[in-house]
């Protein structure tokens, strides 16, 4: 096999967490902060197409009349915004349940057995990855992976490829040798400009996004049938996707024989 690492996302990839976490943490950040603001579920889906919390709350500022009007002002609204979001969502996650996606612990425990190095790669911030990954790994989910790379990590946000340029250091192997696992067409573009295969797992937030120039889509990771390239749905009752699967995607997107 020549997959040597999996560098994943994690909001929407490791977890549904952006409608019933970020979002509900933004809007309680809001009404902290004094603000007569929500983002209802189809704004939030809207400003998901820029990467990182305190830059969709600049753009969203771009529409609100009752914004600053200054920038440096909209700046400061918007760091303060931000930091008391990052407060409210570690206590919203140990109140609402929040799981991993299905067929995510699988091939994590499946790439710990076999020796592929995992790795985080996602602009999100790191009090929001601690906050989820502690709560289903465990006190020492460091301990999971060779590669943590957060968005006070990096200058520049997805489709920017940084986080997977850092990543890639961390783990030390190759892109050619590395897989990013992602659900957004940001995501993958940042990945793909450093050379590096992505699978992607439709989220309920990029159902039907177009994302050219992965190596596979699917529905996710716990699901054999609805995956492009397709996988033997009947390989003796296997249940999920596994590592072989994403090795067999690669070679074929490298333009090799599984």
């Not at 909209?74 to 996650?93: C, E, G, S, V």
Request: proline residues 5%; glycine residues 8%.
């Amino acid at each position: 096999m020549n997959l040597k690492a999996i560098l994943w996302d994690v909001d929407g990839t490791l977890a549904e967490t952006e409608r019933d976490g970020h979002r509900v943490a933004f809007n309680r950040a809001f009404v902290a902060c004094g603000l007569p603001w929500h983002w209802s579920e189809t704004r939030y889906g809207e400003l998901l197409a820029i990467c990182g919390g305190r830059e969709r709350l600049l753009r969203d500022m771009c529409d609100r009349p009752d914004a600053p009007r200054q920038a440096e002002q909209r700046d400061a609204l918007a760091r303060r915004i931000h930091a008391a979001k990052n407060t409210i969502y570690p206590d919203l996650l140990r109140h609402v349940r929040l799981p991993l996606r299905d067929g995510v612990m699988a091939l994590m425990q499946e790439c710990r057995v076999r020796g592929v190095r995992m790795g985080i790669a996602t602009t999100t911030s790191r009090v929001c990855v601690e906050a989820l990954l502690r709560r289903h790994l465990g006190a020492d989910w460091t301990a999971w992976f060779d590669a943590l790379v957060c968005g006070e990590d990096v200058q520049h946000k997805k489709p920017d490829p940084e986080v997977y340029v850092r990543a890639l250091l961390q783990v030390r192997v190759c892109p050619s040798q590395a897989v990013a696992i992602e659900d957004s067409p940001a995501g993958a573009a940042a990945a793909r400009a450093v050379d590096m295969p992505v699978v992607l797992t439709r989220s309920s937030y990029f159902a039907d996004s177009a994302v050219p120039g992965v190596a596979a889509i699917g529905p996710g990771l716990d699901q054999r049938a609805g995956w492009h390239p397709d996988v033997n749905i009947d390989a003796d009752g296997e249940a999920g996707i596994h590592l072989a699967d994403i090795d067999r995607w690669v070679a074929l997107a490298q333009g090799q024989h599984a």
